[in-house]
T-cell receptor, first 118, second 114 residues
């Protein structure tokens, strides 16, 4: 069982639709991440939130809009997506290295949302 | 910059065979190193980790040793099972502000035949 919960597990949407992906963790982690994974490839980082503030945006198109309402929740709002955006979207969380001391804690991943754009 | 190079797959083994998946890295400073496993239709699960030179991570019969002199973190298992069939990712962790960023290798598909 994963400690990071993602909903929905599957999503099919048209290019004009608006939908949202949701991620929840209750491990007290203060960093949360969105990744995109294409088949047979490693995950690609999209966004990083640290202490509920966006700290990294890896040049992601504006049709993807992240939101972190509180320390346990992370959303990814989708609008006007393209067929090439079809992929597995993974959420992860981790402890935050707030003191500058090297953290040894790994990222914990959810099972992902498999997104198909028609 | 930081990078991870992983053994090309796919790898096909018979049950009870010995497994090695090679992983080497390039990084500044002292990264932490991880192996993640992804079963079909699932997300990534942490398999094991090592945080400093000569550390050995182990879990479920898998082992990997952080070798700074050869910048390697090879994954090994003495006797694989059919249930070990999955994709394995080597990764290193580096600081980015107050969060940790992972750099992944390309992944190695393992298939174990009965």
């Amino acid at each position: 069982d994963t400690e990071v919960t993602q909903t929905p597990k599957h999503l099919v949407m048209g290019m004009t639709n608006k939908k949202s992906l949701k991620c929840e963790q209750h491990m007290g982690h203060r960093a949360m991440y969105w990744y995109k994974q294409k088949a047979k490839k490693p995950p690609e980082l999209m966004f990083v939130y640290s202490y509920e503030k966006l700290s990294i945006n890896e040049s992601v198109p504006s049709r993807f809009s992240p939101e972190c309402p509180n320390s346990s929740l992370l959303n990814l709002h989708l609008h006007a997506l393209q067929p090439e955006d079809s992929a597995l979207y993974l959420c992860a969380s981790s402890d935050v290295d707030g003191t500058g001391v090297r953290s040894n804690q790994p990222q914990h991943f959810g099972d992902g949302t498999r997104l198909s754009i028609l | 910059g930081n990078s991870v190079t992983q053994m090309e797959g796919p790898v096909t083994l018979s049950e009870e065979a010995f497994l090695t998946i090679n992983c080497t890295y390039t990084a500044t400073g002292y990264p932490s190193l991880f192996w993640y496993v992804q079963y079909p239709g699932e997300g990534l699960q942490l398999l094991l980790k090592a945080t400093k030179a000569d550390d050995k991570g182990s879990n479920k019969g898998f082992e990997a040793t952080y070798r700074k002199e050869t910048t390697s973190f090879h994954l090994e298992k003495g006797s694989v099972q059919v249930s070990d069939s999955a994709v394995y990712f080597c990764a290193l962790s580096r600081s980015s502000g107050s969060a940790r960023q992972l750099t992944f290798g390309s992944g190695t598909q393992l298939t174990v035949l009965p």
